[in-house]
């Protein structure tokens, strides 16, 4: 089964972190990154830019709008994801509460469907 694993941050509470804390953190995506490389659980991931720099766009009545985002207000964002495979949903949980940040935010394990998304 294929899961993403969604970290999500709170700007304000990621800067009050001491600078060495941040600075582990980041260093851990490295160690972490290796280790489901070298299980072959690793299918993907990304570290995504501040919500400040978000566009949204839309097609409405066949135009095109792209609007300063994010979509929702909120104080917390996406800050980035890694894509696994595994055999069991308490792998993809096992495997989420050691990526880093999960000492300090929530990481949101959930399922990808298949092309044809019939197995939601």
């Not at 800067?15 to 490389?37: K, S």
């Not at 964002?77 to 993809?92: F, K, M, Q, S, V």
Request: glycine fraction near 8%; proline fraction near 6%.
């Amino acid at each position: 089964m294929k899961y993403l694993l969604i970290i999500h941050m709170n700007p304000a509470n990621w800067e009050a972190l001491p600078a060495d804390v941040r600075e582990a953190v980041m260093a851990g995506h490295d160690e972490f990154q290796q280790e489901l490389n070298g299980t072959g659980e690793l299918l993907g991931f990304a570290a995504l830019a501040d919500p400040s720099q978000t566009r949204v766009a839309r097609v409405r009545d066949g135009e095109l709008t792209v609007t300063d985002g994010p979509y929702l207000e909120a104080k917390e964002w996406l800050a980035g994801y890694y894509a696994i495979e595994t055999d069991t949903p308490e792998r993809a949980y096992e495997i989420a509460g050691k990526i880093p940040d999960a000492k300090y935010f929530a990481i949101e394990v959930r399922p990808i469907m298949a092309s044809s998304g019939l197995e939601m």
